[in-house]
């Protein structure tokens, strides 16, 4: 069965230093999302993305966030200069319609020192 | 305000007793409500939505507009349904984001 799949699994970082996060979404799919968990809070929304370009985002994601979708199969979120409060569990997920089922990949553990 | 609310972080049952997960919702439009399950070093996972109507892993759950609720329900439970169970609302201009609870973790007791 496809799946999506994130690397790295986990990535540390100083803090001020750039990170990119990469997605494979199912291969079939149009739609991508990336979605964040602190330790202890709640899954959080933080982008969607559909046809090259950004359908909605969340206030989280500010200007130090960006995503792409370098070739046909990648999808990445880049935070510009990390923060320690960046520090969470990133998941990506990719479904095949606006109201279709979000499947999730395993997670980026991004740890900011 | 779109949210949803678990009130519940931690639900610990017997085998064999049945289970009532809580989700509470806060939605202006015509709500679309999901329940997502994260097992130990697994993956987030839908586990049902409220328009398919199905039971699954003997899971049901029932959508109830007048008490904005969307509560999670198993009669017996098994020893293999303890996990983190996310309450999730469809949301965003173009049903673009979903919106997670905080999460209620079952724990079932043998």
């Known amino acids: 069965e496809p799946e999506v799949t994130q690397t790295p699994s986990h990535q540390v970082t100083q803090m001020g230093q750039e990170v990119i996060l990469r997605c494979v979404p199912i291969?079939?799919?149009?739609?991508f999302y990336w979605y964040r968990q602190i330790l202890g809070q709640k899954v959080e929304f933080l982008v969607s993305?559909?046809?090259?370009?950004?359908?909605?985002k969340s206030e989280i994601f500010d200007d130090q966030f960006s995503v792409e979708r370098p070739d046909g199969s990648n999808f990445t979120l880049k935070i510009r200069s990390t923060k320690l409060e960046d520090s969470a569990m990133y998941f990506c997920a990719s479904s095949d319609g606006g109201y279709g089922e979000q499947f999730f990949g395993p997670g980026t553990r991004l740890t900011v020192l | 305000a779109q949210r949803v609310t678990q009130p519940e972080k931690l639900l610990s049952v017997f085998k064999g007793a049945p289970v009532e997960l809580k989700c509470n919702y806060s939605y202006s439009g015509s709500p679309e409500l999901f329940w997502y399950v994260q097992y130990s070093r697994q993956r987030l996972q839908l586990l049902l939505r409220?328009?398919s109507r199905e039971s699954i892993k003997g899971f049901t759950a029932d959508l109830n507009k007048g008490e904005t609720s969307f509560h999670l329900k198993k009669p017996f439970a098994q020893e293999e349904d303890s996990a983190m169970y996310y309450c999730a609302l469809l949301a965003g201009s173009s049903a673009s984001k979903i919106i997670f609870g905080s999460g209620t973790r079952l724990s079932i007791r043998p």
């Open positions: 409220h328009i």
């Open positions: 993305f559909y046809n090259n370009e950004i359908s909605e």
């Open positions: 291969s079939n799919h149009l739609y």
